[in-house]
């Protein structure tokens, strides 16, 4: 009984494309867009590097700065009583 049913596997395979005079019909349309999402992670990937490199380039350039002295004199706290 269970033999009559197909078999998963022969469900799942792909079955090749056939045009009406026999010849084999590619189609190419699905598996030329692999290239198009590689290129696109490696674009992304380089936006973000390049954002995280000016903010960290930005970071290291105002941690070198000299603090500027020019506000004037520091106050003296003291107690009073």
Do not use: H, W
């Not at 030329?32 to 380089?46: D, S």
């Amino acid at each position: 009984m269970i033999s009559r049913f197909p078999k998963i596997a022969d469900l799942l395979k792909r079955r090749k494309k056939t045009a009406e005079d026999g010849s084999i019909v590619v189609d190419a349309a699905r598996k030329a867009t692999g290239g198009k999402a590689r290129t696109r992670i490696v674009m992304t990937m380089a936006v973000f590097f390049a954002i995280y490199s000016a903010i960290a380039g930005r970071l290291v350039y105002l941690g070198l700065q000299n603090p500027d002295l020019s506000d004037g004199p520091q106050s003296r706290v003291t107690a009073s009583r």
